[in-house]
């Protein structure tokens, strides 16, 4: 059974009058904040581009120089003029940009790469944050040739790969995509991968395998595929990883930021971690947090876990959930800390910092919420865990939590299977000792486990 630790003040508040109605005051304008959209949201803007595209040489590739001016559409963004992408000595620091997207390159992750790609559509295209744009075939070969290309050139920056037609590399050996994407990613801030060379950036979902974007298939079931740096998929259909995880491809992101963009397909029963498969990883320094946000889906199963296969993870870690696909068979599960495969020391999966999971809206047609813990399998949080469900959506199979709490389709528990959440110095006076209305306990930071879900929008 799982062990939950809570913990409250144990200071007795005494209130008079006065100091009661002011209270309450202050509660009710948080709450009228909060629910009338006062409090704002984080903003993301369109830069307008006017850069030259420089020329490189590469045995592997041809490359050419062109200069293009383009006014890139981004949702909910304001527009202000910006350089294209940072310049290789800029390393990636975070900022707050809309629709809790974290990442905080500019350059590719807000621009469109429409007028870069130009009429290199079909090809395998990077561009290079410094050296220019450098094509490929859109062949096995070729993927590993770009991937190749920006393991021996990164330095920094976000870099963008275009995949202009479907590409499969499957294979295990040496030198393989799987391989060389970890290493493509092991000295660069920001990889963006798109599968469409009009790049239009959205926040809506994929609802069906959507025609005319590009499928990247790279998979294997005897490497695991680590990714060393923030990652932006949008605009295409995939398929990546391992089979070593809790189901289906797996995607170690190794306490780097993942943003699965608008327009995301994936294939297969995809996971994707924050943190890595085994040992002892640190969130990305910049903030010290592991942070996933997923617009877009797939037609099967996905699996979104905040921290560790097996191991440690030192941070924070949040995933934040702002749409699905909805489409049949789109069941998706999220475990906030970790996952862990069982009650030994080296099966556990550790958070050392909080954990956040936030859903605030998914397709509501098919498929649904599945599982969500705030920890996971087996294991520990020594932080706290906040869970915030709201908006339109549905259960997995459109069948209601059990009475349990626990069902074979849909839970939602706030710490682990089987776990601790908190340490010992949280532990604090019982509940009675403190003031136990419904705003005192709403809105105060003093707790192990906050889960505030709200499904009168579910089907």
């Known amino acids: 059974m799982a062990t939950e630790k809570s913990s409250h003040s144990s200071a007795a508040r005494t209130f008079d009058l006065r100091e009661a109605l002011w209270a309450r005051a202050l509660t009710f304008l948080l709450a009228f904040s909060l629910v009338f959209g006062i409090i704002p949201s984080k903003g993301l803007s369109s830069p307008s581009v006017a850069e030259p595209i420089q020329s490189s040489s590469e045995a592997t ?8 001016t383009t006014q890139s559409p981004v949702d909910q963004g304001s527009q202000e003029t910006a350089p294209l992408s940072p310049s290789k000595t800029q390393k990636a620091t975070k900022k707050q940009v809309p629709a809790a997207l974290s990442i905080a390159q500019d350059g590719w992750v807000a621009t469109s790469a429409s007028a870069a790609i130009g009429t ?17 075939p859109a062949t096995s070969a070729g993927l590993r040739a770009a991937l190749g290309y920006i393991a021996s050139n990164g330095d920094g920056g976000t870099w963008l790969l275009y995949i202009g037609n479907d590409v499969t590399d499957n294979e295990t050996a040496t030198g393989s995509s799987v391989e060389l994407l970890s290493a493509a990613t092991a000295n660069i801030d920001t990889l963006v991968i798109t599968g469409d060379e009009a790049d239009v950036i959205t926040n809506n979902p994929a609802t069906a395998d959507p ?38 491809y797996n995607v170690y992101m190794n306490g780097h930021d993942l943003i699965v963009g608008g327009g995301s397909w994936h ?11 085994s040992g002892e990883i640190t969130a990305d320094s910049s903030d010290g947090s592991a942070d ?17 296969y097996t ?50 809206g998914m397709g509501d047609t098919n498929g649904g919420l599945g599982r969500l813990l705030g920890g996971g399998g087996y294991g520990s949080t020594t932080g706290k865990i ?14 209601p939590l059990a009475a349990t709490g626990d069902s074979a389709t849909s839970a939602i528990i706030g710490g682990w299977d089987e776990g601790n959440v908190g340490t010992t110095d949280d532990l ?11 705003e005192a306990l709403a809105y105060t930071d003093d707790y192990i486990i906050k889960t505030n879900v709200d499904t009168s929008a579910y089907r």
Do not use: C
Request: no cysteine; hydrophobic share 30%; charged share 10%.
């Open 211 to 248: 025609t005319g974007y590009s499928e990247l298939i790279m998979r294997t079931g005897a490497t695991t595929l680590n990714v060393n740096s923030n990652l932006v998929i949008r605009n295409m259909a995939y398929s990546l990883g391992g089979t070593t995880g809790a189901d289906g």
């Open 292 to 308: 996933m946000v997923i617009y877009s889906t797939g037609g099967t199963e996905s699996n979104f876990i905040g921290g560790m």
């Open 386 to 399: 906040t869970i915030n469900v709201s908006g339109p959506g549905r259960f997995s199979n459109n069948v």
């Open 61 to 68: 590739g041809t490359s050419e120089a062109s200069t293009e």
């Open 267 to 277: 294939t297969a029963a995809q996971s994707w971690y924050g943190g890595g498969q």
């Open 311 to 360: 191991g440690t993870l030192t941070g924070d870690a949040s995933v934040t959930v702002h749409n699905t696909s909805g489409a049949p068979g789109d069941e998706f599960n999220i475990y906030g800390s970790g996952y862990g495969t069982g009650t030994g020391a080296t099966a556990q999966a550790h958070l050392v910092g909080n954990a956040t999971i936030t859903i605030d």
């Open 428 to 438: 604090r006076p019982a509940i009675e000792d403190m003031e136990s209305t419904r």
């Open 120 to 136: 290199d559509a079909g090809l395998i295209v990077v561009l290079d944050p410094s050296a220019g744009k450098t094509t490929y």
